[in-house]
């Protein structure tokens, strides 16, 4: 409902809301967590093993918005869709102060930590180009390690001789 008698300005002000609002953008996991991303926008996620300056692409698409294709949903994950990123910088958060206690018990410890993390600028929203040159997807540590050590046991495994009877 517009309150202006001008229906040319309530058109106006209607174009420009939804716009601010229905702006191509995506829902991406990484670290375990979920982040709605923007072309343009940086956000801080969970430590990455990639240098600064260096770009950085999330395979992990869960839903995709864009004025021309729509609201696109993945289950759980969509196919072709990608978001690219580059590394702003790597740091470390605030400290957050630990403090045990145990009443009546002379038991009083105080621990700190501050959380590794990366800052990341989205530069592109969208399906992967073809020709586009490839940036490093990135993998959890833990996706990792496994396929470090599966890798490795399949190396032991062929160095071995097979036993022969005679």
Do not use: W
Not at 15 to 21: A, K, N
Not at 96 to 108: A, E, S, T
Request: aromatic share 8%.
């Amino acid at each position: 409902m517009c309150y202006y008698n001008n229906t040319s300005a309530c058109l106006f002000l209607r174009s420009t809301i939804l716009s601010s609002y229905m702006a191509k953008f995506a829902i991406i996991q990484t670290g375990g967590k979920q982040y709605k991303v923007r072309e343009g926008n940086s956000l801080k996620v969970e430590k990455l093993d990639i240098e600064v300056g260096k770009p950085v692409v999330f395979d992990k698409v869960l839903l995709a918005y864009d004025e021309e294709k729509g609201l696109e949903l993945g289950k759980p994950f969509l196919e072709d869709a990608k978001v690219k990123g580059e590394v702003m910088e790597q740091g470390k958060g605030e400290k957050i102060i630990v403090f045990k206690y145990k009443p009546k018990k002379r038991y009083r410890k105080k621990t700190g930590h501050r959380q590794r993390y990366t800052l990341v600028k989205i530069t592109r929203i969208g399906a992967e180009e073809k020709g586009a040159k490839e940036a490093k997807e990135v993998k959890p540590k833990t996706e990792r390690k496994t396929e470090e050590k599966q890798t490795r046991k399949r190396k032991a495994t062929s160095k071995q001789k097979p036993k022969v009877r005679e």
